[in-house]
């Protein structure tokens, strides 16, 4: 085999090998140390494995792969491999990967997949003891540990606390634990599918517990899984297995947690039923070899939207096991898969609430929004043509920084020319008294084209006002004749955190204008390299707040005309083509800025 041993901070990869027909079992009775797997990985560097197949391997203590400390396996295959344990002493084995006393050891994206381990606390994908490493998005299925009354199918836990994340552990077989064993110790299971795993033990159970468990369960499935009599999703061993279980989905009720009933687990804490998977397999434990999305959430699951998103936010996880988008705003669903719509249309008319979850929402008419909309983080809002949206109730677009709501258009063919409304999408019309939310949006290809007065601006609000525009971006609009974000008379407006840039505005228009309405707030924006016909801000009405604003390399002026109690504070507005301007209304206060060009015709500033 392959004995890797340094002790001096060095750095190794192996990537794009295979690893095969590599035999070091040994039955003569030699210490359990001395045993070596086909890949040995021990001392203090550091090695990375990617992309790489260990496979149909033979050892003692460990069939594949033994690491220690520092060692990163990633979108690896380890399948096929056997650890026959030794008939002269007692062996710990694993028959897959063996991970001992590794802080910040990982195995991640990788397929551990019929493996076999033979001997004492064994397990047949993973087995991990002392430490608190990390597995996550991996496949373990189909492994089995043989001949031993203390096991996992899958993944072995002795004396550690790892951190077992959104794997899907499902068909695995064993004694003990066809998942899932936890043997002292404890850990973070987060986000798993565990399903139709088998022990053959009375006792056992897909995930099993034994002795002083601190293991912090949540947002798992664990569904199909049997010991020797019946449906067992969880096995307590004693009274001092204590570990926290909630938001998992555990079998169809209270009845398939067995062992000992200490009062650990709470109903009221947890979710039961059929969780309406897409294509699971018919069976439990070994047998023929299932696909990853065979255990996707059907679209009728109960499950959806179901989870708590705290383990998800704790590490920051963006994708899931398949690489979609993992909502980690409002909400997530359990196991390690999110439910994917992958596109919608919506109707012409919106008449009920709605919550557009999909990856891609498709605009190919007019669509008028008479009731509550929300739309979820990552959502691609694409139209087919310049349609317009009529937000005439509670809009909601509140994305992430991480995943942005896209407001885009399908086909830009003729965008630059400005005596059509073709190559770009149309507005967003907000009327009524309902708020208007948009946050982390990206509002690209915007074009609209004025013909009737509703048509002044991309985010345009009527005398009602509540609009809120918050951390956008807005680049790449072509505005005929009308603003990016518009009210005439509407009160209520924030514009803030926002960056414009690359956009053209022609006629009197401007990026912002909000003007004859009150309680305007224009803060914290960044506005560069805009084409504007004449303004780039304008602003005018009655209790403004104008602060904090980088305002460079444009063409066009700033103008607060007609204002009544505006605050300009912090502002830099400089190397643009015009200045900026103060004219009519009373008590206007600039602090703090650098305005180079500033033109004032009003009484009463300072």
């Not at 003891?129 to 189909?142: D, K, Q, V």
């Not at 009527?462 to 609009?467: H, K, Q």
């Amino acid at each position: 085999g392959i004995e890797y041993q340094t002790w001096t901070s060095s750095v190794s990869n192996f990537s794009h090998c295979i690893f095969e027909f590599i035999s070091t079992v040994d039955n003569t009775g030699i210490p359990y140390n001395s045993h070596k797997a086909p890949f040995h990985f021990g001392g203090d560097g550091y090695m990375y494995m990617t992309h790489s197949v260990i496979r149909n391997n033979l050892g003692t203590n460990c069939g594949g792969i033994y690491t220690s400390d520092h060692a990163f396996i990633d979108s690896c295959m380890v399948r096929d491999n056997i650890a026959y344990g030794t008939d002269n002493f007692s062996v710990q084995t694993a028959g897959g990967i063996y991970i001992y006393s590794s802080e910040d050891g990982e195995v991640t994206n990788s397929m551990i997949i019929n493996n076999r381990a033979y001997g004492h606390s064994a397990g047949g994908g993973i087995k991990i003891y002392a430490g608190s490493p990390l597995t996550i998005n991996n496949f373990i299925s189909n492994n089995r540990s043989f001949q031993n009354t203390v096991s996992g199918g899958g993944i072995m836990c002795g004396s550690s606390y790892p951190r077992i994340i959104q794997n899907l552990i499902v068909n695995n077989e064993c004694s003990s634990a066809g998942g899932i064993y936890y043997q002292a110790g404890g850990g973070k299971l987060y986000n798993n599918t565990i399903c139709n795993n088998l022990s053959h033990r009375s006792d056992g159970a897909g995930l099993r517990f034994e002795g002083s468990s601190g293991t912090i369960a949540t947002n798992n499935i664990l569904y199909g899984n049997e010991n020797s009599i019946g449906l067992a999703q969880i096995s307590l061993s004693s009274m001092s297995s204590q570990p926290v279980v909630k938001y998992n989905l555990i079998g169809m009720g209270m009845g398939e947690i067995v062992g000992q009933d200490n009062g650990a687990i709470m109903e009221s804490d947890n979710l039961f039923g059929n969780p309406s998977i897409f294509n699971p397999t018919a069976f439990t434990g070994n047998g023929i070899l299932s696909k990853p999305e065979d255990w996707y959430l059907s679209d009728n699951s109960f499950l959806i939207n179901e989870g708590n998103v705290e383990p998800i936010n704790q590490f920051s996880i963006e994708k899931d096991m398949a690489g979609n988008r993992r909502i980690n705003y409002g909400h997530v669903d359990p196991g390690c898969f999110e439910f994917r719509v992958e596109s919608y249309t919506p109707a012409a008319t919106i008449s009920s609430p709605e919550v557009w979850i999909a990856d891609t929402v498709h605009i190919t008419k007019e669509t008028r929004l008479n009731a509550k909309v929300t739309i979820y983080p990552g959502v691609v809002i694409l139209s087919d043509g310049n349609h317009n949206i009529y937000a005439w109730d509670s809009l909601y677009a509140i994305g992430t920084a991480n995943a942005p709501i896209l407001f885009t258009i399908k086909d830009t063919a003729g965008f630059s020319n400005a005596a059509s409304d073709s190559g770009g999408w149309g507005h967003i019309d907000c009327q009524g008294f309902d708020p208007r939310v948009f946050k982390h949006c990206v509002f690209e290809f915007g074009k609209v084209y004025r013909t009737i007065d509703e048509e002044r601006g991309l985010i345009t609000g009527r005398s009602n006002g509540n609009v809120h525009v918050e951390k956008c971006v807005f680049r790449n609009c072509h505005m005929i004749h009308s603003s990016l974000v518009y009210t005439f008379s509407g009160p209520n407006y924030i514009v803030k955190g926002c960056t414009f840039y690359n956009n053209k505005i022609t006629s009197t228009a401007g990026l912002i204008m909000l003007v004859n309405g009150s309680n305007y707030l224009v803060r914290d924006n960044l506005i560069y390299n805009n084409d504007c016909e004449q303004r780039i801000v304008s602003l005018g009405g009655a209790n403004i707040d104008f602060i904090n604003n980088s305002i460079y390399h444009n063409n066009g002026q700033v103008t607060m005309g007609t204002c009544f109690n505006i605050n300009c504070v912090n502002n830099t507005i400089v190397n643009n083509s015009s200045g900026a301007s103060i004219w009519t209304g009373d008590n206007a206060r600039i602090i703090n800025s650098i305005i180079p060009e500033l033109s004032i015709s009003q009484e009463g500033y300072e």
